[in-house]
């Protein structure tokens, strides 16, 4: 469910209509719901009630400040990949304690930058990255709680590019040579062992890769267990996929996922972190985009946006769906036609969609992307120096730019030309 619904023939954001922020903050731009994003958060929260655990929002799929602060406020935690993550969770306001690191080329100044700023536990990836925090954690006085990144190679059945879990895949440690590296963890005096991590990918439609997985992790509690270390900790990762096309069938609930996780692991009585990002903030945001042009071609019409691969660079990068809707509401009974939908950039995959069927359109109609929150605005480029552009967020009747368009004078002057060119 989201927030962006038409009242009275125009598309709205919660109380806002969107051609009123598109008026204020010019066309292409990204809007965020409140509502939605609050909602899709205490979704999962409540899922999980019985459990000792911790939302913590990944924010690799929206990392503006504004949308960290309205989920931190909330309770969530933050799952970050990098030092800069790390660096605008902490200035969103969330503390270090409710902060997870994880990512598989974590290095020591990122490592010395958590530790200094507190840091809720490192997801280890392999033992070159254990022995290097262990040094730095020591050379600073510290320890460092850790979990460590099992690979449990299950094959998610999501598109390759967002695989994580397969034996081929880059992330973790394989789950066979588990207990040999986790000896290992215990022996290194900067570092604290306290759980297990596993992460299969990203958009899972169906339950059971991730019930394999967690079984997999329920059996190797067991075992480290058994071996003497301390596992109260068990990092599930996220995943859990939204549906794109609406006329697709909706991927699982929150409450399914977590009544599986309570089934699976339950017995166990450890606290669980889940790491939701596409969930919480996909449906909480727009893409909007204004028609250039409408071209005729040969046994084809062409939509020519003002939106272009560099601002929303999914549909090129992993031939994602989003549904494109007009702002303006069609009628009943509007007929359609196909148009294959495109942006201005110098590229044949500037293509965000072929033969798709809209009502018909003319230059300056506005069109939305639904589902465009997660993996929009922080994959953006200024490719073709293109400007990025804005980000608002909404809530109830009031809006803001949170991130502005910059100027093409501010682009260009981050550039230095050196005396001898």
Known sequence: MDHFLYRNGALYAEDVPVADIAAAVGTPFYVYSTATLLRHYHLFDEALEGMDHMVCYAMKAASNQAILKTLGDAGAGMDVVSGGEYRRARAAGVPGERIVFSGVGKTADEMRTALEGGIRQFNVESEPEMEMLSAVAVSMGK???????????????????????????????????????????????????????????????????????????????????????????????????????????????????????????????????????????????????????????????????????????????????????????????????????????????????????????AADDLVAFRSAGAYGAVMSSEYNSRPLIPEVLVKGDQFAVIRSRPTFDEMINRDTIPEWV
């Open 143 to 361: 320890v460092a709680p850790i979990t460590i990144r099992v690979n449990p190679d299950v094959d998610a059945k999501t598109h390759a590019k967002i695989a994580t879990g397969k034996s081929e895949n880059k992330f973790g440690i394989p789950i066979a040579r588990a207990r040999a590296v986790y000896a290992h963890a215990a022996n290194l005096a900067g570092l604290e062992v306290i759980g297990i991590d596993v992460h299969i990918g990203s958009q899972l439609t169906d339950l059971t890769p991730f019930e394999a997985a967690y079984q997999k992790v329920a059996d190797l509690t067991v075992q480290l267990r058994a071996d003497g270390h301390t596992i109260r900790r068990l990092d599930l990762g996220g995943g859990l996929g939204i549906p794109y096309e609406r006329s697709n069938a909706a991927p699982p609930l929150p409450t399914d996922y977590g009544a599986m996780v309570k089934r699976t692991l339950g017995h166990l009585e450890c606290e669980v972190e889940i790491e939701p990002g596409r969930l919480i903030a996909g449906n909480a945001g727009l893409m909007v985009s204004k028609v250039i042009y409408v071209k005729s071609g040969e046994g084809r019409d062409f939509l020519i946006l003002d939106g272009a691969m560099n601002d929303l660079i999914r549909p090129a990068m992993y031939d994602a769906y989003h549904d494109i809707i007009p702002v303006v509401e069609p009628e009943a009974g509007t007929e359609q036609q196909p148009y294959d939908v495109v942006g201005p950039v110098c590229e044949s995959g500037d293509t965000f969609a072929k033969r798709r069927m809209m009502p018909a359109l």
